[in-house]
């Protein structure tokens, strides 16, 4: 077995059978996924002026206690507001061990829905990052930013991962694997800087479409309800101009997108996007998030999986072209191979996705 890499699904399991991790109700059948772990909201949501870190000195329940302006009750559901900031207690907490390490991210749905979360520990003085041997409480932050949503307690907006050593593959590796595996299907591979490039595509399927424009004033999405909502009441289509085509990001939007390439994460690795922003500074992909082993890997249904974009520009209308380099893919081992990887095992939601909106739609 490897001694550096990302824990897989039997050893998130394992983490609680040993006491590392807690849950304040059973586990959900499926809340252990190949390399990560959901995190549930716990009881309560507290609405707060504005996001804080709670810092070297500061357990997050202190400072909330001076910072909390209303507190509401999530057993039986509750609606979060755009442009207000909630701090929620998760259901797990955590006892890692000293060389265990975690990150959080929102889950893929959570991006594409434009629900900002970032995961709070006590005395951190990062959002979503956990050092090695953390012991205590998960808090979220949750602020939706385009549409209201109803949550409860349980509701699954996040996501956690667990590391022992430095895992990321290096960019010669990386070139050996991806000669091997195509990680992403590109004639010219963008390689450096231990990650691969993704670039937009912007000349739309068979009809033209190339992504969709969040609406405004729109109803309440249920983070918890498949299907329920129907594509346009929350979203306008948006169809190619140009030749190749182009797209002027208006600064108070936000954008659904989809990569040019095919993703491909291979069964004992994991992957994750990181925004090209600093490259770019006009525009950014505003979530990217986990890839999980399997993703795009043709035994588990996934030949042709593209990853999903969501996009928003910053102080100024910015034309976006098409293939474009919007961000990064970095691979990292999994420390064992999982027993379920992502597709097929599990009945994934975006597996051999094209253009794809969240679950939540019709
Ligand atoms: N910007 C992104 C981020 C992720 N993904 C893909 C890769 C992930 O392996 C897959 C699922 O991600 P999550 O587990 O975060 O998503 P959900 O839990 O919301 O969906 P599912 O129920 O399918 O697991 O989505 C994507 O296409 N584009």
Redesign the pocket.
């Known amino acids: 077995m490897r001694e550096e890499g990302i824990l897989a699904d039997h050893q998130i399991a394992a983490l609680f059978q040993g006491g590392a991790l807690a849950a304040a109700r059973p586990l959900d059948a499926d809340q252990i ?1 190949p390399a ?1 772990l ?1 995190l549930r909201l716990g009881e309560k949501a507290y609405r707060v002026r504005a996001s804080f870190l709670p810092g070297r000195e500061h357990r997050v329940a202190d400072k909330l206690a001076r910072l909390k302006l209303h507190e509401i009750d999530l057993s039986n559901g509750a609606v979060l507001e755009t442009g207000c900031v909630y701090i929620v207690p998760l259901l797990e907490s955590l006892k890692l061990p000293a060389d265990v390490a975690a990150s959080a ?7 594409r829905l434009d629900i900002f979360t970032r995961v709070m520990t006590d005395f951190g003085q990062e959002f979503d990052k956990i050092a090695t041997g953390y012991a205590g409480p998960l808090w979220l932050e949750v602020s939706p930013r385009t549409f209201p949503i109803v949550v409860r307690t349980g509701s ?1 907006l996040s ?1 956690i991962r667990f590391r022992k050593g430095n895992a990321v593959i290096g960019e010669f590796s990386l070139q050996m694997l991806h000669d091997t595996e195509t990680l992403v299907a590109s004639e010219e591979p963008n390689i450096s800087g231990s990650g691969i490039a993704l670039s937009i595509d912007l000349m739309g399927d068979a009809d033209g479409l190339v992504g969709y424009r969040g609406k405004h004033h729109t109803g309440i999405v249920d983070v918890d309800k498949r299907a329920a909502h129907d594509v346009f009441d929350f979203w306008e289509p948006l169809y190619r101009r140009g030749e190749p085509g182009e797209l002027v990001l208006d600064p108070d939007e936000f954008y659904i997108l989809v990569s040019r390439e095919a ?1 491909h ?1 291979p069964p004992s690795y994991a992957a994750e ?1 990181t925004p090209f922003d600093p490259l770019v500074g006009e525009f950014r ?1 505003h ?6 082993p399997g ?1 795009g890997h043709s035994a588990a249904g996934g030949t042709g ?6 996009v928003r520009s910053h102080e100024v209308p910015f034309i976006l072209e098409h293939g474009q380099v919007v961000g990064r893919l970095v691979y990292e081992h999994m420390l064992s191979r999982p027993k379920t990887l ?1 597709g097929t095992d ?1 009945g ?4 051999a ?1 094209g253009l ?1 909106l ?2 939540h739609f019709r």
Request: glycine share 6%; hydrophobic share 30%.
């Open positions: 996924q990560s959901d991210n929102p889950k893929s749905s959570t991006g699954r996501q993703v994460v996007m992909v979530y990217a998030g986990f890839f999980d993703f999986s593209r990853a999903v974009l969501e992502y599990l994934s939601n975006y597996q996705q794809k969240s679950k």
